[in-house]
C-alpha cells in the first residue's frame, strides 16, 4: 500500500465517520420531531377538552341559575338604565329647584 492509498484510506474512513455522525444526527432531529408534533397534538387535544368543559358549565350554568333578564350584557344596561333614572331625578330637582327661585 503506497502513502497515497493510505491517506485515501484515511480520507474515506473519515467520510464515513462524518456520514454515520449526520445520520445519528438526523436520527435524533427527527425523534425530537416527532415528539414535538405529538406534544403539539396533545395541546391541541387538551384545549378542545378545556373548551368543550367550559360550554358544558356555561349550559349548565344557564340550565340550573337562568338570569331574569338574560346575559351579562342585560344586567349592564339595567345598571346603566337605574344610573340613568338616578341622574335625570337630580336633575329634575335641582331645575325645580332653581325655578322656584326664578318667581
Do not use: I, W
Not at 6 to 35: I, K, P, Y
Amino acid at each position: 500500500m503506497t502513502s497515497c492509498d493510505a491517506s485515501f484510506c484515511q480520507v474515506a474512513a473519515a467520510q464515513r465517520e462524518a456520514a454515520a455522525g449526520f445520520r445519528d444526527v438526523a436520527a435524533v432531529l427527527e425523534q425530537q420531531r416527532a415528539a414535538a408534533e405529538e406534544a403539539a397534538a396533545g395541546a391541541r387535544q387538551d384545549v378542545r377538552n378545556l373548551h368543550l368543559e367550559l360550554v358544558r358549565q356555561f349550559h349548565v350554568q344557564q340550565v340550573r341559575d337562568p338570569q331574569p333578564g338574560g346575559s351579562v350584557y342585560d344586567s349592564a344596561r339595567r345598571a346603566d338604565m337605574r344610573q340613568r333614572r338616578y341622574l335625570d331625578r337630580q336633575l329634575s330637582r335641582s331645575s325645580l329647584a332653581a325655578d322656584c327661585k326664578v318667581f
